[in-house]
Every structure is written in structure tokens, then in C-alpha cells.
């Protein structure tokens, strides 16, 4: 019998023995194996400059994709809520304030969206060779965080244009923002990447959760507009909303509403432990079902 096992090192394949049987499979642990991803580090760098590559080949603008799609955004909701509805922006100039949330969301949306539908979009991979499953969402999480790089330097020209002071003691806010969209992306990304091997129903079901997601998160709106408090913990349940509110500290120097940014964290924390839990226990038949 040969059997392939991708090199983490070199990416290429070697055949075993054909009289002996080998069995690749992964380590029958409690949770993820980290030293193996490590081992493995050479593949997040593959599979993310290959889908990177994939998404703008042959197109005309090419990279400037990532920057248009969050700036004709802030252009639509800056018209209609910023002008039209005068909806409050925390003292900032309305587009600053809507494209320093849509900034994170695209991430968060796009990572969501990638990571969700990867496991069915590699099958063929999957079924060929042995590598940790968890490479492949956490890949297309990194491919939305391109786009992110990406938009963030219109993000400092908008600062500089409408000359927004920024907080230089809250700075540190920003990389934890980031680090909590990522997590948000991470965890619901696992959980309907593993689902959506299964039952390919999810495929549509994805896109309507985020469209409802974007209004429940105060993206293009503050939270305050909310003068329930039980309305204002309900949104606080988005694993977004300790993101968005963190990333814009430095810019409004506002007093966190921490029971709020709790409640944010807790859930987003919930739902990354899930769906990593969710993502281990089914990854041994990602094969059988993609």
C-alpha cells in the first residue's frame, strides 16, 4: 500500500514503503496539537498566498479591490446615515467613525466567510494527503487580514485628511482589536467550516447571519442611540462589539462601557471555544463528507 504525507518543511510528498501499511492520522489529543501546526508553520504561508493570488487574478484594479470595497461603503453610509438620518458619530467626523468599524468587520466578515466555506473548497486536498485540518480556516482568515492591511492605509489618510487626533496612551487598543476580530472570525469560522462538510445547507445560511450580524454590531452606529439597557446587552452579545469599540478608544478617548466590552469578550470567547471544540471532534471525517 503507498501512502502520501505532505513534508510540513518542503511541501512535497514522500511514499512509504509499499509493504508496509501507515497509518497518517492525527494525534488523538484534547485539544490541538500546537507543536504539530508549528511544524506546519510553512503551510499557512502556502495556502494563504495561494488563495491571495487566486481572488485578484485577472483582474483589472488587482489589489485596489480591497481598499474600494470598505470606501464606497463609508461613501453610502456617510449620505445616508451621516447626513440624511444625522445619526451621532462620538463626536468624530461620520466617515472616520463608520470606516474605523467597517475597517474591522470587512476583516471579520470576509474571514467569516472565507474560513466557513474553505474545508469544501480544499476536498480535494483534504482526501489526498494528511496535514493538521486547522490550517486551512486559519489560511483564510490571513487572506482577509491582506485585504485589512490594505484598507488600513486609506484608514491613516482619513486621519490625516479630516485631521482627527489620535490618543497616543490608548494605542494599545488597536492591536488588541485586532487580535479579538481575528478570534471572532476564528471560532465561528471552525464551527461552520466543520457544518458546511456536512450539510451544505450552511453555504446559504452564512451570508444572511452576517447581513443580520452587521446591524446588530454598532458598526454604523453608536450604541448609545440605544436607550434601553437591555437592548444595549444584546448587541453587546456580538463578539464584534468589544473589537469595534476598542479600535476607536484612541480616536474618541471615551470611557468603555466595561460591563458592555465584558459581555463582548465572554461571547466571543464562547464562540471560539466552540467551534475549535466542534472543528477537533470532526475533523477525522472531513474526507468521508467533502
Not at 483582474?59 to 480591497?66: D, E, I, M, P, R
Not at 489560511?139 to 482619513?158: E, G, Q, R, Y
Not at 454598532?218 to 473589537?243: D, T
Not at 478608544?249 to 466552540?274: D, Y
Request: hydrophobic residues 55%.
Amino acid at each position: 500500500m503507498r501512502v502520501f504525507e505532505l513534508n510540513g518543511s518542503t511541501g512535497k510528498s514522500m511514499a512509504m514503503d509499499d509493504n508496509v501499511e501507515h497509518v497518517i492520522d492525527a494525534e488523538k489529543v484534547k485539544f490541538f496539537d500546537w507543536q504539530e501546526l508549528w511544524r506546519y508553520l510553512d503551510l499557512f504561508y502556502f495556502f494563504t498566498w495561494r488563495d491571495v493570488k487566486i481572488k485578484y487574478k485577472q483582474t483589472v484594479l488587482g489589489f485596489l479591490w480591497a481598499v474600494l470595497q470598505p470606501l464606497l461603503m463609508m461613501v453610502v453610509f456617510t449620505f445616508f446615515f451621516g447626513r440624511a438620518l444625522n445619526v451621532p458619530s462620538q463626536n468624530l467626523p461620520y466617515p472616520v467613525f463608520v470606516f474605523s468599524g467597517l475597517l474591522l468587520w470587512n476583516l471579520f466578515s470576509t474571514g467569516l466567510t472565507n474560513s466557513a466555506n474553505s474545508m469544501v473548497n480544499n476536498a480535494q486536498i483534504l482526501k489526498k494527503i494528511y496535514f493538521p485540518r486547522l490550517i486551512i480556516p486559519v489560511s483564510s482568515i490571513l487572506v482577509a487580514f491582506f485585504d485589512f492591511v490594505m484598507a488600513l492605509v486609506l484608514f491613516l489618510v482619513l486621519l490625516i485628511y479630516y485631521q482627527q487626533a489620535v490618543s497616543w496612551h490608548f494605542i494599545w487598543s488597536w492591536p488588541l482589536a485586532l487580535t479579538l476580530t481575528l478570534l471572532a472570525s476564528l471560532g465561528p469560522g471552525c464551527l461552520m467550516a466543520a457544518l458546511n462538510v456536512k450539510y451544505r445547507d450552511f453555504r446559504y445560511v452564512i451570508p444572511f447571519l452576517i447581513q443580520i450580524l452587521f446591524f446588530l454590531t454598532p458598526v454604523i452606529y453608536p450604541i448609545s442611540i440605544l436607550k434601553y439597557p437591555l437592548l444595549q446587552y444584546l448587541i453587546a452579545l456580538s463578539p464584534m462589539y468589544a473589537a469595534v469599540e476598542l479600535f476607536r478608544l484612541p480616536l474618541t478617548g471615551a470611557v468603555l462601557n466595561m460591563p458592555l466590552v465584558l459581555t463582548s469578550l465572554i461571547a466571543c470567547l464562547v464562540l471560539l471555544f466552540t467551534g475549535l471544540i466542534y472543528f477537533k471532534r470532526t475533523q477525522d471525517f472531513f474526507a468521508d463528507f467533502a
